[in-house]
């Protein structure tokens, strides 16, 4: 398919394992965003990669969230020694390069991550 | 402190009648503006957006309308139609400033009735 793909759909473990989550953008989109959507509540923004410039981490909650992107393309988002409150469905986002003007971002279908 | 705000949870409309979706911001440095739609179990699907620079952008049935003074928009689906019915989004980003990481709403679920 040509939209943003997602892996896995649903990943359910227990509380203290790592777990990682992938990303496939939209192919010729330079940016790649990942945010989370807790029970509930709005859709809050992790890590930011445009191009080869440093990411953004501004929005990741502790120092146990991590993410990749290799070769400009696929991302990892890596939370380690998960917490129940890390339950939450992960969406990632792709766009083309903003520095030829607003581009709107387009999602995935998301990760429903589920700490026991 | 929530810089983008969809007051209304909830709206129910008639098929075929015009649906308003309103959302608020605090934030003046946002200049760029859109709206998402999300069905259950999907990622949220772009529909529309807007740039500072204007005050109304339409895409066949739907108008989006910025009000820079008042830190306004809304989103007018005309006719609604049953398909409608799903979660709508508006989200913000102030995109002078780098990253053009979107602040979103709560959401506001729209409900086309028969």
């Known amino acids: 398919g040509a939209g943003v793909s997602q892996s896995p759909s649903n990943k359910v473990t227990e509380k203290g394992k790592d777990v990682e989550l992938r990303c496939d953008p939209i192919s010729g989109h330079t940016a790649l965003y990942w945010y989370r959507q807790s029970l509930g509540q709005g859709l809050e923004f992790l890590i930011y990669f445009q191009g080869n410039s440093a990411p953004d981490k501004s929005g990741l909650p502790s120092d146990r969230f991590s993410a990749e992107r290799t070769g400009g393309s696929v991302s990892t988002l890596t939370i380690q020694r998960t917490q129940q409150e890390d339950s939450a469905v992960y969406l990632c986002?792709?766009?083309?390069?903003?520095?030829?003007?607003?581009?709107?971002?387009?999602f995935g279908d998301g990760t429903r991550l589920s700490i026991l | 402190d929530q810089q983008v705000k969809q007051n209304s949870p909830s709206l129910s409309v008639q098929e075929g009648r015009i649906s308003i979706l309103n959302c608020d911001y605090t934030?003046?440095?946002?200049?760029?503006f859109l709206w998402y739609k999300k069905y259950p179990a999907e990622g949220p699907t772009f529909l529309i957006s807007?740039?500072?620079?204007?005050d109304k952008n339409e895409d066949g049935r739907f108008t989006v309308f910025l009000n820079k003074s008042a830190k306004h928009l809304s989103l007018h689906i005309v006719p609604s139609q049953p398909g409608d019915s799903a979660v709508y989004f508006c989200?913000?980003?102030?995109?002078?400033?780098?990253?053009?990481?979107?602040?979103f709403g709560q959401g506001t679920r729209l409900t086309i009735n028969p």
């Open positions: 989200a913000a980003s102030a995109s002078h400033q780098g990253a053009q990481k979107l602040v």
């Open positions: 934030n003046s440095m946002f200049d760029y």
């Open positions: 986002a792709s766009s083309l390069d903003w520095d030829r003007g607003n581009q709107p971002q387009h």
């Open positions: 807007i740039s500072s620079i204007k």
